[in-house]
C-alpha cells in the first residue's frame, strides 16, 4: 500500500481562525514532507521531518507550525493566515530522507478569507 | 542550488503518438531523479525514481532515463493515451538540503482522441 491520506480535502478559514491540516501514512516510512503548491506552479517544500523531528524548514512564517506525533502522523496548524497562503497543501512520506522515492498525498486546498 | 528545468510547458499530441518529455538539472551531483503526474488540483502521483547508479527505469509504457554528465533526463510515453493527458513534473534533489525536491515548472500534455 503506496498511500498517504490528508484531511480535510477543502478548508476555508478565516484570518483570525485557527485550523489543523492532518496527514497519515501506514507504509512505515520515517520522513514526512509538506509541501505548499499555489496554482500553475511545481510544488514548493516547506518542512521535513525525520524519524519524527524536524529536519528542514524551509524559512516558513510562523503562523504554520507543524507537528509529528508519531512515525505515521504529521499535522500542520494554521493560525492568522494571509489570503496570499491559500493553496494546495501536499504532503509527502519517503522511507527515509533523501535517498528514497516520496510518496504524495491528494492534498487540502486551503482557501483564507 | 539545484534548478531544473522542463520542456516543453505544453504539448498537444494525438492519441496513439510516442512522445518524449525533458527535464534538465544544474547539479551533476545528482543522486536520484523522480517523475510524477499530477491531475489537475490533485495529489502528485509517482512515476519512477531513476537512482543516479541507474540509466534508465520503466514502468509498463513509460521509459524514464538519466544521464548525469549532460544534465538531462527524459521521459517517453509510448502509445498515448487521453488518459495519459496531465501535468508531468520532474524533481531533484535540492541541494544540500537532504530529503529537499527541486521541482521542474512541469509540462502540461493533452492527448487528443
Known amino acids: 500500500d503506496t498511500e498517504v491520506t490528508q484531511t480535510p480535502k477543502h478548508l476555508v478559514m478565516g484570518m483570525t481562525n485557527k485550523k489543523s491540516l492532518k496527514c497519515e501514512q501506514h507504509m512505515g516510512h520515517r520522513a514526512m514532507y509538506w509541501y505548499k503548491q499555489k496554482a500553475k506552479k511545481p510544488p514548493e517544500l516547506m518542512f521535513v521531518y525525520s524519524y519524527e523531528k524536524l529536519s528542514i524548514n524551509e524559512s516558513v512564517p510562523s503562523r504554520f507550525s507543524p507537528e509529528c506525533p508519531n512515525s505515521s502522523l504529521l499535522n500542520l496548524h494554521l493560525h492568522a493566515l494571509q489570503p496570499e497562503d491559500s493553496a494546495l497543501y501536499l504532503c509527502?512520506?519517503?522511507?527515509?530522507?533523501?535517498?528514497?522515492?516520496?510518496?504524495f498525498g491528494p492534498g487540502t486546498r486551503l482557501t483564507v478569507l | 542550488k539545484q534548478e531544473v528545468t522542463q520542456i516543453p510547458a505544453a504539448l498537444s499530441v494525438p492519441e496513439g503518438e510516442n512522445l518524449v518529455l525533458n527535464c534538465s538539472f544544474t547539479?551533476?551531483?545528482?543522486?536520484?531523479l523522480q517523475w510524477f503526474r499530477q491531475d489537475h488540483g490533485k495529489g502528485l502521483t509517482s512515476l519512477l525514481l531513476i537512482q543516479s547508479s541507474q540509466r534508465e527505469q520503466t514502468s509498463g509504457r513509460l521509459n524514464a532515463s538519466l544521464d548525469k554528465s549532460s544534465g538531462r533526463s527524459t521521459l517517453y510515453i509510448a502509445a498515448s493515451q487521453p488518459g495519459d493527458s496531465a501535468t508531468y513534473l520532474c524533481?531533484?534533489?535540492?541541494?544540500?538540503?537532504?530529503?529537499?525536491?527541486?521541482f521542474g515548472q512541469g509540462t502540461i500534455l493533452t492527448v487528443h482522441p
Open positions: 547539479d551533476s551531483a545528482i543522486y536520484n
Open positions: 524533481a531533484g534533489p535540492g541541494g544540500t538540503s537532504y530529503g529537499k525536491l527541486t
Open positions: 509527502a512520506s519517503s522511507q527515509w530522507a533523501g535517498l528514497h522515492e516520496q510518496f
